[in-house]
C-alpha cells in the first residue's frame, strides 16, 4: 500500500503566494506520473498540474505561468507551488500519483486532500 499525505493548504489572499507538498510513503517500489488535482464546490474534480518521473510537466490553462509543480524523487514529494491566486483557485487540492509496488502491482493513488481558500 502507498500512502499520500498533503500539507500546506489554508487561507490566502489574492495575490499572494502558497506552497502544497505531498509526500508518498509505504511499499513504494516506483513512483511515476505525480500531479495535483483539484475540486470546487459543485463542480468535477480537474487537473490542475502533473509532472512526469523525468520531470516534464503539464498544466491545466487556468493555471499556466501562475503555479509551478516540481517534485523531489530522493524524498517521494511533489509540490505546487502557487503564485498570485485567484479567488476561483479556491478549491480543495488532492494529490495524485501512480505508483509500483515491491510485490509488482501498479496502482493511482490519491491523497485525502487539502483545503485551499482564497480571499481577502
Known amino acids: 500500500q502507498v500512502q499520500l499525505v498533503e500539507s500546506g493548504g489554508g487561507l490566502v489572499q489574492p495575490g499572494g503566494s502558497l506552497r502544497l507538498s505531498c509526500a508518498a510513503s509505504?511499499?513504494?517500489?516506483?513512483?511515476?506520473?505525480m500531479g495535483w488535482y483539484r475540486q470546487a464546490p459543485g463542480k468535477q474534480r480537474e487537473l490542475v498540474a502533473r509532472?512526469?518521473?523525468?520531470?516534464?510537466?503539464k498544466y491545466a490553462d487556468s493555471v499556466k505561468g501562475r503555479f509551478t509543480i516540481s517534485r523531489d524523487n530522493a524524498k517521494n514529494t511533489v509540490y505546487l507551488q502557487m503564485n498570485s491566486p485567484k479567488p476561483e483557485d479556491t478549491a480543495v487540492y488532492y494529490c495524485?500519483?501512480?505508483?509500483?509496488?515491491?510485490?509488482?502491482?501498479?496502482?493511482?493513488?490519491w491523497g485525502k486532500g487539502t483545503l485551499v481558500t482564497v480571499s481577502s
Open positions: 509532472i512526469t518521473s523525468g520531470g516534464s510537466t
Open positions: 509505504g511499499s513504494i517500489f516506483s513512483l511515476n506520473a
Open positions: 495524485n500519483a501512480g505508483a509500483i509496488d515491491y510485490a509488482g502491482y501498479g496502482m493511482d493513488y
